[in-house]
């Protein structure tokens, strides 16, 4: 129990990433002083915006250091994790972040005492996947349960936002492509808004009904990655012929990706692009966690899909008389 005039604390592993910034943001509304663990305190400098005067610390802590986790969950009351990574670039990565690291930080939260641990892994986690990121994904979960039965684990489909790598990513291609690459075409999505992803976090860390339970978040839409595509092509207003990449080109394109620094497409996200990537009938979601309308692709994309229009942000603006 807190004493009069004691600030809840919170430790976000991952805080200064693409959702964590949003998680973040919710939990300074909540009143708790943040610590946002990061190898990279000074990068995480714009985050003390969000919050008031000293609300916000971002803390060196390397998610991988021992003694490093211990000093920031110590004396914290909620712990979130939300690290990650999409691909690999050393050989042992996805193993020693969604497994090695998941279960260091669930273990020292219990040890500390803390009092809620929230874990974000991903849908389709799974500890028998071909797949080497949901694999670790769901040995990850197994990892945090096993430390710390109570954590609340989220799996979210694909997150959008202004920030994400998703449609802005698709959005450079409809610029600057003569066509749109297709590559699996019928797998199905349900991309879900980074704020609603940060609401449930925030909800998860609080409501009693949550402790130990897994919840997978998706968005109110079920789209095909060629139903994504043409949206963004109808977005922003550009004429490219949806071409399929048969899976033989697609395999040889993602093996030369992975020599790039930061790859398009490994054959490991090939593996993924085959199975659909939905809410599972029945789970509980973002309904159970308390956000009833979750927001829309077309409520939020267009607005940051705009600059990639011909004539960009400023297409739709009338001159002035």
């Known amino acids: 129990m807190r004493g009069p005039g004691v600030r809840k604390v919170a430790t976000v592993f991952g805080g200064a990433g693409f959702i964590g910034r949003y998680v973040v943001q919710r939990l ?113 979960e197994a990892a945090v349960r096993a430390a710390f039965p109570g954590a609340t684990l989220l799996r979210p489909s694909l997150v959008f936002g202004p920030e994400d790598a998703l449609f802005n990513r698709f959005g450079a291609m409809a610029q600057w492509l003569p066509v749109m690459p297709v590559i699996r075409g019928g797998t199905r999505f349900q991309p879900v808004y980074v704020g609603d992803v940060a609401d449930a976090v925030a909800a ?26 043409r949206f963004v092509l109808e977005t922003t207003r550009r004429r490219r012929p949806l071409v399929e990449v048969p899976d033989w080109l697609a395999r040889l394109q993602a093996w030369f990706g992975e020599w790039l620094p930061n790859p398009p497409l490994t054959r490991d996200q090939l593996l ?50």
Do not use: C, W
């Open 28 to 140: 300074a509304q909540r009143d708790y002083v943040v610590r946002v663990g990061t190898r990279d305190p000074a990068g995480a400098r714009f985050l003390s915006t969000q919050g008031r005067v000293g609300q916000i610390v971002p803390l060196a802590a390397d998610i991988r250091d021992e003694a490093a986790v211990a000093r920031a969950v110590a004396e914290a009351e909620l712990v979130v994790n939300l690290v990650g990574i999409l691909f690999e670039r050393r050989a042992g990565d996805f193993a020693r972040l969604h497994v090695e690291a998941a279960g260091r930080v669930a273990r020292l939260a219990a040890a500390a005492g803390v009092a809620r641990l929230v874990h974000i892994s991903a849908l389709g986690a799974d500890p028998r996947s071909g797949s080497l990121y949901a694999r670790t994904k769901g040995e990850g």
């Open 204 to 229: 998860a860390a609080e409501r009693e009904d949550a402790v130990g339970r897994t919840y997978e978040l998706g968005g109110p839409r079920v789209m095909t990655m060629r139903e994504l595509l």
């Open 272 to 321: 993924l692009l085959g199975k659909d990537n939905v809410v599972a009938e029945g789970a509980p979601g973002l309904r159970e966690l308390g956000i009833a309308e979750p927001k829309a692709v077309e409520a939020v994309v267009p607005g940051y899909l705009a600059r990639f229009r011909p004539g960009g942000q400023r297409a739709d603006v009338a001159p002035a008389s």
